[in-house]
């Protein structure tokens, strides 16, 4: 949000922005892998209470940046906090819901990062143009010591949460699938893995449909002020309805992939048909960069953003719906690893492209990918043919 102004201010090329926002990347990548692992090892609660503690220090030292290096230094560290977020929120649902209310409690906690980004898109510039941008940084990290203090209080295991009594216990226990307890541990079970179709069709779809999200929030800000011609104050009015409309994608693939399966759909199929039917509406984002009305491309944006975020709800549930509890965060994390990686690189991509042509290419392979993801997802994800872990 702020990159208009922090542009400006030390005359950074698009390219230069793109290698800030590509450390993040990188190091969000890494620790999707990384921080999975962890999480199957110390568990959701101390694990993501650590995350956010180191999110939000580095979140709050990237107001002390002055130079490329210090902004993606601090991007970076940023990066490695982060990455805890998805495997661990994947886990819990895993831990806490039965299948067919799965995509729905996604939808819940990804609608997270929607919800944040509109927040974002008002507060930040304001805050920024009021007291300097450096503060703003500032006041989103204490942001993260506020949701600790309500992990700690709220978020407990299931067969340990103080709150819950037997008899629901074992209502929870009854709606679950029933999934083969791991037997492998370290490099056995990884090579197990390895064999599963179903883990690459998972990372595959990740990896090219993240990069659309990343690519609409590192360049939405940017686009609107370099070729709409929009100021700060114009970016807090306008920026976050594409946020909302992502929000509002979240729940509208999790509400029907749960409605079909309801209707006797499998759980697999129904998530995949809502992959396909996503597709639709992401396409919108293509003509977004031609179209001479700056709300008409607003709009345009909105749908897909729809679209992508209803397709991500299936993507973040499908791990938990094709693996035992206990890799769950690890799945996760290889796929987070290899859409963080595709996306670091887009993210380049497009920095050289803007500096060099304009944004149009780059909201027209932000508008195919889903369709080649989608392909991998029907080719590659057969339930039947799950390795057993």
């Known amino acids: 949000m702020l990159s208009p102004m922090i542009t400006a201010q030390y005359h950074l090329s698009h390219t230069d922005l793109a290698r800030i926002l590509g450390s993040f990347q990188l ?3 890494i620790t999707w892998l990384v921080g999975g692992i962890i999480l199957d090892a110390v568990g959701s609660r101390l694990g993501l209470a650590i995350a956010a503690v180191w999110w939000s220090v580095m979140n709050i030292l990237t107001g002390f940046a002055s130079s490329v290096f210090g902004f993606a230094f601090f991007r970076f560290m940023l990066g490695i906090g982060e990455g805890f977020n998805w495997p661990g929120a994947s886990k819990v649902v895993a831990e806490w819901f039965p299948s067919e209310e799965r995509s729905v409690a996604v939808a819940i906690f990804d609608s997270g990062s929607s919800v944040g980004g509109a927040l ?11 007291v300097g941008w450096r503060w703003a940084f500032v006041a989103s990290g204490m942001l993260g010591f506020v949701w600790l203090a309500v992990w700690l209080r709220v978020y407990h295991p299931l067969d340990r949460h103080p709150r819950v009594t037997a008899q629901e216990r074992e209502l929870i226990l009854a709606g679950r699938d029933a999934a ?14 390895s064999k ?58 999790g509400w029907i992939s749960g409605y079909c399966i309801r209707r006797g759909m499998s759980v697999v199929r129904a998530r995949k048909w809502v992959c396909l ?16 009305s700056v709300y008409l491309a607003l709009a345009l944006i909105c749908v897909a953003l729809w679209g992508f975020a209803s397709w991500s709800t299936m993507g973040l549930t499908l791990p938990s719906d094709l693996f035992p509890q206990e890799v769950v965060g690890s799945v996760t994390g290889l796929s987070g690893l290899a859409a963080g990686l595709v996306g670091a690189g887009f993210t380049l991509l497009v920095g050289a492209i803007v500096d060099h042509y304009s944004y149009r290419p780059a909201f027209l392979v932000a508008g195919l990918l889903p369709i080649l ?6 080719l590659l994800i057969r339930p039947a043919a799950r390795v057993e872990v």
């Open 180 to 193: 083969p307890l791991t037997t492998d541990r370290g490099l056995a079970r990884w090579r197990r893995l």
């Open 196 to 253: 599963d179709r179903n883990l690459w069709g998972i990372v595959l779809g990740r990896a090219l449909t993240d990069p659309i999200w990343w690519f609409y929030v590192f360049w939405l800000p940017q686009y609107l002020s370099d070729a709409r011609g929009f100021g700060l104050k114009q970016i807090a009015l306008f920026a976050w309805i594409p946020f909302v409309a992502a929000d509002i994608g979240n729940f509208t693939g």
């Open 27 to 29: 190091s969000y990548a």
């Open 277 to 292: 039917v996503s597709c639709v509406p992401i396409l919108a984002g293509i003509p977004a960069a031609a179209v001479h």
């Open 373 to 378: 993801a989608t392909i991998f997802l029907f």
């Open 120 to 130: 974002a898109a008002l507060c930040i510039p304001l805050i920024a143009l009021a």
